[in-house]
């Protein structure tokens, strides 16, 4: 379960960020999480809230998941679909020569403080 690390990961940075601006707590902290980034949402909340608890900064923060759909651009026929239905081949062409364009991300989009 790397959702461990990864919040982990983020819990510190928003910390850091929080202290670097003199804030006393911080609210929620929205995060933009790919389609495919391989991370799970659910676990990802459960594991956070857990922490939060822990992190007095942190005590009672919400993190707020947004998804990015995965899009492949194919360099064949310049087109781009939705990667989890077709693959790597594109749909349009045939063609191999594809490569992810979104959804891998694991951004801190925003930081809400009191």
């Not at 510190?12 to 601006?21: C, M, P, Q, S």
Request: net charge negative; glycine share 4%.
């Amino acid at each position: 379960m790397h959702e461990l690390g990864v919040t982990f990961h983020i819990a510190d940075a928003v910390v850091e960020v929080a202290k670097e601006n003199q804030a006393e707590h911080v609210c929620s902290v929205t995060l933009e999480l790919g389609e495919v980034s391989t991370v799970i949402p659910e676990y990802l909340i459960d594991v956070w809230n857990w922490h939060c608890k822990r992190v007095e900064i942190l005590h009672n923060c919400e993190l707020i998941v947004e998804r990015i759909p995965a899009i492949t651009y194919c360099e064949a026929c310049q087109q781009t679909y939705p990667t989890v239905p077709q693959g790597k081949i594109c749909p349009h062409c045939g063609s191999d020569k594809t490569y992810l364009q979104q959804g891998n991300e694991v951004n801190i989009k925003e930081i809400a403080v009191e």
